[in-house]
T-cell receptor
Framework: DQQVKQNSPSLSVQEGRISILNCDYT??????FLWYKKYPAEGPTFLISISSIKDKNEDGRFTVFLNKSAKHLSLHIVPSQPGDSAVYFCAASDTSGTYKYIFGTGTRLKVLA | SQTIHQWPATLVQPVGSPLSLECTVEGTSNPNLYWYRQAAGRGLQLLFYSVGIGQISSEVPQNLSASRPQDRQFILSSKKLLLSDSGFYLC???????????FGSGTRLTVV
């Protein structure tokens, strides 16, 4: 049972345009969400987070939106740069417990120069 | 500063051989520690987590085990590797009071 889903395995975007990566979850107890970026043969690096008490969080070019009623979150990257090409994972957790994050399967973003 | 070390970076092991992957965290105390695996074409699967010395919780029944002999040391082991154990293994830690993880650089394990 995949509690966190990233239904788009890959995405290609032109440099300078907006990249939108989507993530859906099924567990209504999840109350904290993270986005990580991963390059090949490296550990994931933290990008941005959002708590369920918010519906938007911004950090520079990255914005995460949360729609609790739809159990959906998205990561917007504006403007996209070639260095953003990587695999992006969303993760969700019920922070009342042991902070076990459930990760999606990832979306490979390719930003074309 | 707080850092996480994971080794080795790559490992090629024959089927049936033992495994020991080590992860240590510096600059903090009493962290939550986690082992994840990324299999080919799959997401990050949580294998084990630990909230303290000697306290291990397993998420997925399998051929692997974990131990936490010291506060900042987390070890992933197997007595006999299977081909299906191949993958990219990641250690992560979460500081108390912090919501997110910091990951190590990972170990690429290939069982042949």
């Amino acid at each position: 049972d995949q509690q966190v889903k990233q239904n788009s395995p890959s995405l290609s975007v032109q440099e300078g345009r907006i990249s939108i990566l989507n993530c859906d979850y099924t567990n209504s107890m999840f109350d904290y969400f993270l986005w990580y970026k991963k390059y090949p043969a490296e550990g994931p690096t933290f990008l941005i987070s959002i708590s369920s008490i918010k519906d938007k969080n911004e950090d520079g070019r990255f914005t995460v939106f949360l729609n609790k009623s739809a159990k959906h979150l998205s990561l917007h990257i504006v403007p996209s740069q070639p260095g953003d090409s990587a695999v992006y994972f969303c993760a969700a957790s019920d922070t009342s417990g042991t902070y076990k994050y459930i990760f999606g399967t990832g979306t490979r973003l390719k930003v074309l120069a | 500063s707080q850092t996480i070390h994971q080794w080795p970076a790559t490992l090629v092991q024959p089927v049936g051989s033992p495994l020991s992957l080590e992860c240590t965290v510096e600059g903090t105390s009493n962290p939550n520690l986690y082992w994840y695996r990324q299999a080919a074409g799959r997401g990050l699967q949580l294998l084990f987590y630990s909230v303290g010395i000697g306290q291990i919780s397993s998420e997925v029944p399998q051929n692997l085990s974990a131990s936490r002999p010291q506060d900042r040391q987390f070890i992933l082991s197997s007595k006999k590797l299977l081909l299906s154990d191949s993958g990219f293994y990641l250690c992560a830690w979460r500081p108390r009071g912090n919501y997110g993880y910091t990951f190590g650089s990972g170990t690429r394990l290939t069982v042949v």
